[in-house]
């Protein structure tokens, strides 16, 4: 059993390890958008090349973080996060020294495979070391500082871009790895996935990423066995990115693209889709259980979750070239502008979620995406010479209130929806599905709206196409509460409780750990 107590100094230094791990990979996710105006610039780079900047790396993290996690268990859940912060780290010190948009966009798709092996490992760590009384505040801790670095992302992203230059955004990345590799090689226990012994009090130190990845048809203790066996589902994973990323490169080549090739990509995408779904199927440990979708609620949830993670990742992808391009803003003003979200996530997601507890979810995930959606239509009025306190602050305050109303209750929803042993599994689904909804976002908007791949170097052309932008992202919000108020209902008293109470990512919902205390009561 872990026995690592978080006030002691191990404690605190395994805390301070995965803090680094995962703040590096939320970073990434974050000021790179404010980045997109300035890279397009210096490497002559068209929209597709930008597009691509940010989906190359939202490709791979959202085709491989299921299977991250477990690789962690099987090899030991230290040597693969360290693994996936020097991988990281490397791949970004590529990013900052690419001398094209080409390299530019593998070192991206490099780093998206490095963000998949340490983002579930950091928590699957904590998981593993502390004992099972400070195990949930230590998770709380993680959450919680993982959400600062969140918010600290753009504007520290637009700091940079406008002082050292853009490439600092990537480079900054390999000394948080120096600091991280040697003191997760100092302090923090290693750890397998070998299934531990449930106390008298019930806990148990197995993390979900574990069970989560191996639970197909017969719960942890099976996923654990599979596991011992090396059976990974790699051809699944690999599947799943490849149909994402033909799909993705369908819809962000449909504007200029061959015809024949573009026809091809899409139809190759769509069966490499079918063909993931019959491995899957068939797979005695599958990447994704398909018989968790049995559960009707855990099924809707996650098609609320593609819709409002899909407005996000096309609203955060243009909004921040938007305020550079058109309103004519420094990269820090438009980083910052854009903060308030973020901050009122980390202040307000705890108390949105206990209140969740009390009324039940179907509101706060009905009335979460309507504001959202208002905040992106009152964006229609951030134009040219736009005010930030009459224009640009209102629409992302009633965003952020938005966000904060529906991301606890989605998360605890997920969670509530399956049996707590596929807890793991469920979170990391969720997860992923929010990265894959804003992989295709930001690949179909400017399509959809009919942006040129020369739109951003253009205030008139882009403003157009965003104000269009805005109203379908709105749409699909609306579309999320529609599905949210007809589906979703109060889960079961003993459902599972979240344990990342506060969270700061704007992009995905947070990964959850296995833990059998603390249920919603």
Not at 190 to 196: A, I, K, L, M, Y
Request: aromatic share 6%; with cysteine; glycine share 12%.
């Amino acid at each position: 059993m872990p026995d690592v107590r978080l006030a002691s100094t191990q404690g605190r230094w395994i805390l301070l390890t995965t803090v680094l791990g995962s703040s590096m990979a939320l970073l990434d996710s974050t000021v790179v958008n404010v980045a997109l105006p300035r890279i397009g610039r210096d490497l002559d780079a068209d929209l597709a090349a930008l597009q691509w900047t940010v989906n190359a790396y939202l490709l791979t993290l959202a085709g491989l973080i299921l299977l991250g996690g477990s690789l962690g268990d099987h090899y030991g859940r230290r040597k693969v996060f360290v693994i996936g912060v020097v991988w990281f780290a490397v791949a970004s010190l590529l990013c900052g020294i690419a001398p094209n948009a080409g390299v530019l966009v593998a070192a991206r798709a490099l780093q998206g495979v490095g963000g998949a092996l340490l983002t579930p490992g950091s928590l699957a760590l904590i998981q593993a070391s502390f004992h099972p009384e400070d195990r949930g505040r230590a998770v709380g801790l993680w959450s919680g500082f993982g959400g600062m670095g969140a918010a600290v992302g753009p504007f520290l992203g637009g700091w940079l871009v406008d002082g050292p230059g853009w490439r600092w955004v990537f480079l900054l990345n390999v000394p948080l790895a120096v600091v991280c590799v040697p003191v997760a090689l100092r302090h923090v226990p290693e750890s397998d996935g070998r299934p531990v012994r449930r106390s008298a009090t019930g806990s148990a130190a197995e993390s979900v990423t574990g069970s989560a990845a191996g639970s197909a048809t017969g719960g942890a203790s099976k996923g654990a066995a599979g596991r011992a066996r090396g059976r990974f589902d790699v051809l699944g994973a690999c599947l799943g990115a490849l149909a994402l990323a033909l799909v993705t490169y369908a819809l962000i080549e449909a504007r200029s693209g061959p015809v024949g090739v573009v026809t091809g990509a899409a139809v190759a995408g769509l069966l490499a889709g079918v063909a993931f779904v019959a491995v899957e199927r068939r797979h005695p440990d599958p990447m994704l259980p398909l018989d968790i979708f049995a559960s009707r609620q855990f099924t809707a949830v996650n098609l609320v979750t593609l819709c409002v993670y899909a407005a996000f990742g096309g609203f955060f992808f243009l909004s921040a070239v938007q305020l550079q391009v058109v309103v004519g803003w420094s990269a820090l003003g438009a980083g910052t502008a854009l903060l308030p979200t973020t901050v009122l996530m980390l202040l307000l997601s705890a108390r949105s979620g206990e209140l969740a507890e009390h009324i039940g979810p179907r509101i706060p995930l009905t009335a979460g995406p309507l504001l959202c959606a208002a905040g992106m239509l009152l964006m229609l009025r951030v134009g040219p010479g736009a005010s930030y306190t009459t224009d640009v602050l209102p629409a992302v305050l009633v965003l952020g209130c938005g966000m904060v109303a529906l991301v606890a209750p989605l998360t605890a929803t997920v969670l509530a929806s399956v049996d707590v042993a596929r807890a793991g599994v469920a979170s990391g689904v969720n997860n992923a599905a929010a990265r894959a909804a804003g992989l295709v976002a930001v690949a179909a908007l400017p399509l959809l709206t009919g942006m040129s791949s020369e739109a951003y170097r253009s205030a008139t052309a882009f403003d157009e196409a965003f104000q269009r932008a805005m109203v379908l992202c709105a749409g699909v919000l609306v579309v999320g509460a529609v599905v949210a108020f007809t589906t979703v209902r109060r889960p079961a008293p003993d459902c599972r409780r979240p344990e990342c109470r506060t969270h700061g990512s704007v992009l995905a919902p947070p990964l959850e750990g296995e833990r059998t205390k603390g249920r919603l009561s």
